[in-house]
């Protein structure tokens, strides 16, 4: 098991694994804004109310993505650059919320 990442440390962790993400933002579960700009919060918040069943989402665009992803404490949204590889997005996301939950073991 690791240390719990805070929303901040978890963002900057997310900056450092890709150049391609421009912006980025973790929620609470009552979809308060942890960490991040505050006007990306809005956008977030419909991107998961429009999935409310689904544990991460991506939407293409020829410009860019954007990735969500959540477990039962937090959000993470992503918006990233047209070069982004979607399935190590994903993981990434997936890893830093075990990160924010303190539940990522050291060998995963």
């Known amino acids: ?14 900056r450092t694994l890709s150049a391609d993400i421009l912006e980025a933002a973790v929620l609470g579960a009552d979809g ?8 990306l919060a ?12 689904a544990e991460d989402v991506e939407v293409s665009t020829a410009v860019g993505s ?27 996301l997936r890893m830093v919320l075990g990160d924010l939950a303190g539940s990522r073991s050291d060998a995963a």
């Open 32 to 39: 308060s804004l942890l960490a991040g700009p505050a006007e």
């Open 1 to 14: 098991m690791t240390d719990a990442l805070t929303p901040s440390q978890a963002l900057e962790y997310l």
């Open 66 to 92: 954007v990735f969500a992803a959540r477990s039962d404490a937090h959000a993470v949204v992503l918006v990233c650059g047209r070069f982004a590889l979607p399935a190590l997005v994903r993981f990434d």
């Open 42 to 53: 809005e956008p977030a918040r419909a991107l998961l109310a429009a999935a409310p069943e």
